[in-house]
């Protein structure tokens, strides 16, 4: 079973407030990423790091934030959530013989 | 960057038949994998298939990565095998996703 975690599973919040989705993993893999992705639709990239101190943009504009200070920890920030943001978001890493990536549950993010 | 397609995008079928998902990508690559989301979303890891076949229960998987697609097939079709199988590259430290092919298995 994958050791990856996001939280939380569900939030609902107002327009304008700020968030942050949690991601850890336990497995020590260098590189995690975070997809936007509509129920059962493609999957978009919007960031990725591949170590410590190192995060990138995907190809899916977005006017979230992350950072990675410690392997484990990838969080996601969106300072001003507006309805648009509404999507479920998810948090993956990749082992490094980069044979297996394995995905978090997701946060289904609402906002009103 | 690269491209990758997967067909068809939907898929409607009897339990017990068989069936075949195929994922084309646009430039040379030394790792793709497939997935299965399935009706929770929950992403699971399939296959690793950089080339070559693999078999697991009734699914197996082949990659020709010399002309660039790889092929799932699922054999005797249940319907817990129901969802959206993705398949991905890893191209430039990125993990570039397929558009899916959702698979619905009719009792």
């Known amino acids: 079973e994958a050791d990856i975690y996001q939280t939380p599973r569900y939030l609902v919040i107002g327009t304008g407030k700020k968030i942050t989705l949690e991601c850890s993993q336990t497995?020590?893999?260098?590189?995690m990423y975070w997809y936007q992705q509509d129920p059962g639709m493609e999957l978009h990239l919007i960031h990725y790091?591949?170590?410590?101190?190192?995060?990138e943009k995907g190809d899916l504009s977005s006017e979230s934030t992350v950072s990675r200070i410690r392997t484990e920890h990838f969080p996601l920030t969106l300072e001003s959530a507006r309805p648009s943001h509404t999507s479920q978001y998810l948090c993956a890493s990749i082992n490094r013989r980069n044979t297996e990536a394995f995905f978090g549950q997701g946060t289904r993010l609402t906002v009103v | 960057g690269i491209q990758v397609e997967q067909s068809p995008p939907d898929l409607i079928l009897q339990e017990g038949a068989n069936s075949t998902l195929r994922c084309n990508f646009s430039?040379?690559?030394?790792?793709l994998q497939w997935f299965h989301q399935n009706p929770w979303g929950q992403l699971i890891n399939l296959f690793y298939i950089p080339s070559g076949t693999k078999q697991n229960g009734r699914l197996s998987a082949t990659t020709v990565a010399t002309e660039r697609y790889s092929l799932l097939y699922i054999s005797s079709s249940q319907t817990t095998d129901s969802g959206v199988y993705f398949c991905?590259?890893?191209?430039?430290?990125?993990?570039?996703f397929g558009q899916g092919t959702r698979l619905t298995i009719n009792p």
């Open positions: 790091s591949y170590g410590v101190n190192s995060t």
């Open positions: 497995m020590g893999h260098d590189k």
């Open positions: 991905a590259v890893l191209y430039a430290q990125k993990l570039v």
């Open positions: 430039d040379s690559v030394n790792n």
